[in-house]
């Protein structure tokens, strides 16, 4: 009994976290459960909880590794603009790497105050910026909601050619004028630079946002 315990106590948070989120990458979400991530590990079930007691605490654990690869700007990492657009691709990097979990990370709440301290160094850059409390939480959400929509549009394959489902005499012949003429321009993007020059449209939007504001 003793000599369980200690092998159920030496498995590791980060040894059970490392190995969930391998296996949310190859078979998503709805394949994760202690069971299988016990197989994976080759373990009991039970040489889980101790480390991580129920699903709950799983999802949780998850969601607070991959946050904790978002990248936190130091005091002499440039302007707050540069800041903020060097979390933002950082948080685009993980959300790439990991696609699978990216609905686990727009819908699960932050429990744990590792998994809050992005959120907390991206208000403290946007205060930098001189956005008040209000205007920081709009820029927030709307760069937020940028990274991860980018995200799951760019992963589903979206931003492609094919994403029409019609070539461009087909879109000519529907009367889709502007799409057709649009076509030839999808294919061979730098989807880095495209993304890149979102975050600069965001950046303007938050000084022109502060600019009407003052006025």
Request: glycine content about 10%.
């Amino acid at each position: 009994m003793m000599a369980a315990a200690r092998k159920h106590a030496s498995l590791g948070r980060s040894t059970i976290l490392g190995a969930a989120l391998d296996l949310v990458d190859d078979v998503g979400l709805d394949g994760l459960n202690m069971r299988a991530l016990a197989q994976r590990l080759g373990v009991g079930t039970m040489s889980l909880h101790h480390d991580l007691p129920n699903k709950d605490a799983l999802l949780d654990g998850i969601v607070e590794a991959l946050l904790l690869r978002i990248e936190l700007p130091s005091a002499d990492d440039g302007s707050w603009a540069a800041k903020a657009r060097r979390m933002a691709r950082t948080l685009r990097d993980v959300a790439l790497e990991h696609p699978n979990a990216v609905p686990l990370m727009v819908t699960r709440p932050f429990s744990t105050g590792d998994a809050l301290r992005p959120c907390n160094a991206a208000f403290a850059v946007l205060a930098e910026g001189g956005l008040t409390h209000g205007q920081a939480l709009i820029a927030f959400r709307t760069i937020v909601a940028y990274v991860f929509g980018f995200v799951m549009m760019e992963t589903a394959g979206f931003f492609g050619v094919a994403s029409y489902g019609r070539d461009v005499d087909e879109l000519h012949a529907l009367g889709l004028d502007s799409l057709a003429d649009m076509v030839p321009h999808l294919a061979g993007r730098d989807i880095d630079a495209d993304f890149d020059a979102g975050l600069r449209i965001l950046e303007t939007g938050a000084l022109g946002f502060l600019a009407e504001q003052a006025r």
